[in-house]
């Protein structure tokens, strides 16, 4: 019978030829990551082995990317306590603050995270390295922990859904996050539970690297275990510079089985908003037309990678962010910094009033750099709407693509980018 | 008597311990704050043996270990919900917190109903309203885990047993 790329990638690392939905495997990591929330927790759970060493210091990513640079003593502590694992167990894939990125976007960048991987990751947006070919989850802190300490993890092998974008004639400013963000609308919050999402098609197959890592980034917003985008040229040319190791292409079979199948003209899928409280809650630009704001985000390991930048810049080029909104703009690592600075797109967002940080996840998750006070709203390029996940649980958080999010920036309400550009 | 704490549907890690909390890890810290931004009253008012019931997909969102250790340190004896996602659904078994599958439980109970929940069998008694229900038995796999106490004295015995 046919595999799915998901089946085959856990088949292979469980030692298997074959693998069928349902089943129970005991799979072998190529990295196991985590940051510095997930990752203490998962050094105290860790201590329980009784054990010198982990598994492997090379196939091991800790990230110090969500409280830093650290907003207060007691996240200074939880910083600490990875930098300290990290020296002691000589983890090779450790970034200080000045070199680290955001998770999702730097290890991509730095060939860390490669095609053919089985990764898992204590962070729920690990499924953002799918869009590598590569299989990748989700976990909590004591799962990271085993997977430290083992070099395993358990698994239940997952259904999988296809989704064929059909057509490559996409709308003016149409891009992976409103692709996702209709997906998410026409299946739920839980429309892909314990499954894989496949994306295939045409309209992927258009798609940049950049706007692929943004759709399978939120996989998990659908319930998803993983997100996966079988590797083509495109993919093969981003790896190609950076892998360090070597790694395996697979692709599904013809006679794969899928529980669904959906397919979505690309012509058809307008410009996305998702409003509160969850990321379903998607609709077309327009119905969210003129919705008053007074923060916008853009950045994200979603939508904090340089074409993400480019687009808002081109937006922002020459005009002035609206004088009653904060427009934080966060680069996803510091070579995405480096490279919009050569570009001159840094300029454009502090010209036009804008606030530019180093790169951290920070007010994605309500952790600093734009948290919303009571009955505020922001328009962000971030993942999720939940309550309270800005800021103040009377606050409200809508989402979008760069474009309109940075053209909202410059309107003081949710406009369609035609509207400024 | 064991107090249902009633939530709806896609109840999400942020709400069950929202990320301003999260630069502690103790877990003091974390039941104190349980459920807050959807009930400000919860923390201060849940008794040890209560129950949370919850609709579909509860604990979806971020992959969080500090939502069910927050549940489980709030002294909640179990989360029965109509299902869960999946990451809240892993993490639940791997640090021991029970957790229940019934979506006629999950709709059968009313906020404040007294509860009674036999963890082995998976059977749910509504003393209140006098009706009894059956949750999904676990697959043989995870009961293993539980019965472990959790991932990691699950992982050590096996290695001890190797």
């Given at each position: 019978m046919g595999m799915t790329i998901t089946e085959k990638i856990l088949a292979d690392h469980a030692g298997l030829k074959e693998v069928v939905p349902g089943q129970l495997i005991t799979g072998k990591l190529d990295l196991a990551l985590a940051n510095d929330i997930t990752g203490p927790v998962a050094i105290q759970e860790f201590a329980k082995f009784n054990m010198d060493k982990v598994w492997d210091p090379s196939k091991i990513a800790l990230v110090p990317d969500h409280f830093t640079p650290n907003k207060d003593i007691a996240s200074a502590e939880l910083s600490k306590s990875l930098r300290l694992f990290a020296r002691d167990q000589k983890i090779v894939h450790y970034w200080e603050q000045g070199r680290v990125g955001i998770e999702h976007c730097l290890l991509p960048e730095q060939g860390v995270t490669l095609p053919g991987d089985v990764i898992i990751g204590a962070d729920s947006h690990t499924c953002t390295y799918g869009a590598l070919g590569a299989f990748a989850t989700g976990v909590g802190s004591t799962d990271l922990a085993a997977g430290l300490a083992t070099g395993e993890a358990w698994f239940r092998v997952p259904e999988s859904m296809k989704f064929v974008f059909k057509g490559q004639n996409f709308q003016p400013w149409v891009g992976g996050k409103d692709l996702i963000l209709y997906t998410i609308g026409k299946?739920?919050?839980?429309?892909?539970?314990?499954r894989a999402m496949e994306f295939a098609g045409e309209g992927i197959e258009a798609l940049s690297m950049d706007n692929r890592f943004t759709i399978c980034n939120m996989a998990i917003e659908a319930g998803a275990k993983n997100g996966i985008i079988a590797p083509d040229d495109k993919t093969l040319a981003y790896v190609k510079e950076r892998a360090e190791r070597p790694f395996k292409i697979y692709q599904s079979d013809p006679n794969a089985q899928y529980a669904e199948l959906y397919e979505f003209n690309i012509e058809d899928i307008p410009l996305q908003v998702a409003f509160p409280h969850l990321p379903e809650n998607a609709k077309s630009v327009e119905e969210a037309h003129g919705i008053r704001i007074d923060q916008v985000v853009i950045g994200s390991c979603?939508?904090?990678r340089l074409e993400d930048l480019r687009i808002a810049a081109e937006i922002l080029r020459g005009k002035s962010v609206h004088r009653d909104i904060r427009l934080i703009v966060i680069p996803g690592t510091q070579n995405i910094y480096k490279q919009a600075m050569k570009e001159g797109l840094i300029d454009i967002f502090i010209d036009a009033g804008a606030v530019v940080s180093t790169?951290?996840?920070?007010p994605c998750l309500g952790g600093y750099m734009g948290i919303l006070a009571k009955g505020e709203r922001a328009l962000s390029t971030t993942n999720r709407n939940f309550?309270?996940?800005?800021?103040?649980?009377e606050s409200e958080v809508y989402l979008s693509g760069p474009a309109v999010a940075a053209a909202s920036a410059v309107k003081g309400e949710i406009v369609h980018p035609q509207e400024v550009a | 008597m064991s107090k249902a704490w009633r939530f709806g549907d896609d109840v999400d890690t942020d709400v069950i311990i929202p990320a301003r909390y999260l630069n502690k890890t103790s877990h003091k810290h974390l039941a104190a704050h349980c459920m807050e931004d959807v009930d400000a009253s919860f923390a201060e008012a849940v008794q040890v043996g209560d129950v949370i019931v919850g609709g579909k997909n509860f604990g979806c969102g971020s992959s969080r270990e500090h939502a069910p250790l927050a549940i489980k340190s709030a002294g909640v004896q179990v989360v029965i919900a109509e299902s869960f996602a999946r990451i809240f659904y892993r993490n639940s078994l791997n640090i021991g917190l029970p957790i229940l599958e019934c979506s006629e439980a999950a709709r059968g109970i009313q906020a404040g109903d007294d509860v009674s929940v036999n963890l082995e069998t998976g059977e749910i008694l509504n003393v209140t309203q006098g009706t009894r229900f059956q949750a999904r038995p676990f697959p043989p796999f995870m009961q293993e885990l539980i019965k472990a106490g959790g991932l990691i004295p699950y992982i050590k015995g096996r290695k001890n047993n190797a």
């Open positions: 299946i739920g919050v839980d429309g892909a539970r314990y979603t939508n904090g790169p951290t996840c920070g309550v309270g996940r800005m800021g103040h649980p | -």
